[in-house]
């Protein structure tokens, strides 16, 4: 860690250790720099790293803090949030930013997915605290590189997947501890929503495959730092601005997309973390882009007290209607999750939220959880704002979401496989298919290496 984050660090403990020896108590952040803010010398050095789509909103979560640096590859796009944050400097390359303004503590990365491990590995490896979009890598060994560093480094970090800082996992988990629905042997999860015609329906046009014309590159994006680890090729808009998830090269698909947070809440509720084995079926099957819909089934051993569980994730489908779902109730919209148990079925929506029992006629006589277990932060990111200050683990530290990562990843290898898969999280190989194995990682461009 370096030399500014040890000097935020002593502060802390000197006021602590000073304010035990005098016998009084230290005034709270918040009062000392007004409503809802902390003190100016208690305020961290946010640097936000793509911060036209996303980032821009997690950025709005942090401003109880000192925006001080703002990265992105394209000008345009992140305009409006360069004029937003005036006072902070701005950069296009993450390598010239981590290396000119040492003074920032900690970083915000919301790029495409293809670059968020080698972003990641740089920042920690600086010194900085870290809070990476969802999924939190591209390949599963980039998750198992990143959980690594981030535990040498021992910056405090979290990853992008906001309904773990809900209040609605957090009542699955109770009815989950306290036997609401008994055993559970079967979960549905599932996304309505397709990338056809291969990127969302509401973004900007998109070509179906790869696009056989070049368009000239726009004067505002870097192009070559935009594909970063990816290998050279031409431009075209159906890549960039906000259509990049659904293509192989860039992006993790709907599973990458939707499949964490969805599928979050259910492995923190049941325990799970590596599954046996993975199968998937699709619909148009191609080396370019994601699938248009697919079914992924996922096998997990019994662990600690918990019987085996198939878990099965519908994309771009819906699961069949639960009998115990009442006439004139639906499925959530867009999204949710079914955990079948033997006394009951528990619904929620994308994120676990608004958990309710099925048949709805139950939840008049549930029993009410702890109220302090319940409770949730201010945001996702104040978690990790918090966690930073406090020195303890973020909801979403990298140990927990790193191996939810590789979950989510090996559903997209079963797609691309459409074979049975055997997973050994020890080896980390997939023990019958090399084809399969080869997909685990990805060839990188020289001077992209995660080092």
């Not at 709005?60 to 992140?78: Q, S």
């Not at 990458?256 to 809440?265: A, E, I, K, N, S």
């Not at 819909?293 to 019994?302: E, H, L, P, R």
């Not at 867009?334 to 029992?357: C, H, N, W």
């Amino acid at each position: 860690m370096d030399a500014i984050v040890r000097k935020t660090a002593n502060r802390r403990d000197f006021l602590k250790t000073a304010a035990a020896a005098a016998g009084f108590t230290i005034v709270p952040r918040h009062v000392l720099g007004g409503a809802g803010r902390p003190a100016p010398s208690d305020r961290l050095r946010i640097a936000g790293i793509g911060v036209g789509g996303m980032g821009a909103s997690n950025l709005a979560n942090m401003e109880t803090e000192d925006i001080t640096a703002l990265c992105d590859v394209d000008d345009a796009y992140a305009a409006p949030t360069f004029k937003k944050y005036p006072a902070a400097k701005v950069y296009k390359d993450f390598r010239v930013m981590l290396d000119k303004q040492r003074d920032i503590d900690a970083v915000v990365i919301a790029t495409p997915d293809h670059t968020h491990a080698v972003i990641t590995v740089a920042a920690m490896k600086a010194g900085k605290h870290v809070y990476c979009q969802k999924p939190l890598t591209h390949t599963i060994q980039e998750a198992r590189e990143v959980a690594r560093v981030a535990r040498e480094t021992k910056v405090v970090t979290q990853m992008g997947n906001q309904g773990r800082s809900g209040a609605g996992a957090r009542l699955i988990e109770a009815w989950m501890r306290e036997g609401e629905i008994g055993t559970v042997r079967e979960v549905q999860a599932w996304c309505s929503l397709t990338y056809y015609p291969w990127g969302h329906e509401t973004w900007s046009p998109i070509l179906s495959r790869k696009p056989k014309a070049a368009l000239p590159v726009p004067p505002t994006l870097d192009w070559d730092l935009w594909l970063g680890p990816e290998a050279r090729r031409d431009y075209h808009p159906c890549y960039h601005p906000a259509s990049w998830r659904a293509w192989w090269d860039f992006g993790c698909g709907m599973m990458g997309d939707r499949g964490v947070h969805t599928l979050g809440p259910v492995c923190w509720a049941l325990k799970l973390v590596h599954p046996k084995s993975v199968s998937a079926s699709v619909t148009d099957l191609n080396e370019d882009t994601h699938p248009i819909s697919a079914i992924v089934t996922y096998d997990f051993g019994a662990r600690e007290g918990m019987p085996p569980v198939k878990l099965v994730w519908y994309e771009g489908l819906e699961p069949p209607r639960p009998d115990e779902l009442e006439d004139g109730r639906k499925l959530p919209a867009e999204g949710g999750l079914l955990l079948r148990g033997e006394k009951g079925t528990i619904m929620a929506g994308v994120y676990g939220d608004s958990p309710q029992l099925l048949p709805y006629s139950r939840m008049k006589d549930v029993k009410k959880p702890d109220q302090g277990s319940l409770r949730v932060p201010q945001s996702h990111e104040q978690d990790w704002l918090g966690a930073i200050k406090e020195g303890r683990k973020a909801l979403s530290d990298f140990s927990e979401s790193g191996p939810l990562t590789e979950f989510v990843l090996l559903g997209n290898i079963a797609k691309k496989t459409q074979a049975k898969l055997y997973w050994d999280p020890q080896s980390m190989k997939i023990t019958n298919d090399r084809e399969a194995n080869q997909l685990l990682s990805r060839p990188r461009r020289p001077g992209w290496e995660l080092s």
